[in-house]
C-alpha cells in the first residue's frame, strides 16, 4: 500500500517529513488540508488524537510530527546509530518544540491587544533567548545538531521556515548559522527539486486567527 502523509497545505510540522521522503526518494501521496476551514468535526473524529500530521504506511498509522519524521529517516545516515547522538539531537528538539509552542499562539490571537504583547514578547524575548543559544550550537557543531546532516536538521529547518511565515521575518538574517542550515537543507537533491515545483507557501493570517 502507498505511504500518505496528512497535514495541512503549509510546511510546519510535516514539511521536514516532506522534505526527508523526498530526499530519501520514497514515494508517498501528499494528501493536504484546508487550514482555515478547521476543525472540521468530522475528519477530527477519524484522527487517533484529533490532530495532524498522520503519517500511514501498510494500513498502519503513525501520529505525531517528530516520531514520523525520524521513522521515515530510518535505515539511513539521517539517524545516528550512537544512541548518545540520537539523544542530543532530541533533547536540542526539545528546546526547539519549547520554543514553537510560543509561535502559534501568538499567531492566531484574535484579540488585538492580546496579539500585540504576545507578538512583542515573541520577538523581544523568546527568539532572542532561544535563538542565541541555537545559532551557538549550530556553529559549536559543524553548523548541525549533531555534527552532521541528520533527521533533526530538517525538524529545525522546518520550525524556521514556519516561523518565518507566520511571522513575516527571516530568522536567518540575525543567526546566521541558523539561516546557513535552513539553505543546505532547501538544496539538497530532492528537496531541492520539491521547493521549486511546491512554491512558495502563503498564509492569510487574518483568517488564520481564533474566532472571537
Not at 21 to 39: A, G, S
Not at 67 to 87: C, F, M
Not at 117 to 139: D, M
Not at 173 to 181: I, Q, T
Request: neutral net charge.
Amino acid at each position: 500500500m502507498p505511504k500518505k502523509l496528512f497535514y495541512f497545505n503549509l510546511n510546519g510540522l510535516a514539511e521536514p517529513i516532506r522534505y526527508i521522503l523526498h530526499y530519501t526518494n520514497q514515494k508517498f501521496e501528499d494528501i493536504r488540508y484546508d487550514v482555515y476551514t478547521w476543525p472540521d468535526p468530522k475528519i477530527k473524529a477519524t484522527l487517533p488524537y484529533g490532530q495532524f500530521p498522520v503519517y500511514e504506511e501498510d494500513g498502519r498509522i503513525l501520529t505525531q510530527s517528530l516520531a514520523i519524521t525520524k521513522y521515515v529517516a530510518r535505515g539511513t545516515d539521517l539517524v545516528p546509530t550512537d544512541p548518545w547522538d540520537n539523544a542530543v539531537i532530541e533533547s536540542t528538539l526539545f528546546s526547539i518544540l519549547d520554543y514553537w509552542k510560543n509561535v502559534v499562539p501568538s499567531v492566531r490571537e484574535a484579540d488585538p491587544v492580546k496579539h500585540a504583547e504576545l507578538r512583542k514578547n515573541l520577538l523581544e524575548q523568546s527568539i532572542p533567548y532561544f535563538f542565541s543559544r541555537f545559532n551557538k550550537h549550530l556553529e559549536d557543531n559543524g553548523g548541525f545538531l549533531n555534527g552532521k546532516l541528520s533527521w533533526g536538521d530538517f525538524v529545525f529547518c522546518g520550525v524556521i521556515e514556519a516561523s518565518d511565515l507566520f511571522l513575516g521575518i527571516e530568522l536567518g538574517k540575525d543567526y546566521p548559522a541558523v539561516g546557513n542550515l535552513v539553505k543546505h537543507i532547501r538544496n539538497l537533491p530532492g528537496v531541492k527539486e520539491y521547493v521549486k515545483a511546491n512554491g512558495p507557501f502563503t498564509i492569510d493570517l487574518e483568517r488564520f486567527k481564533y474566532q472571537k
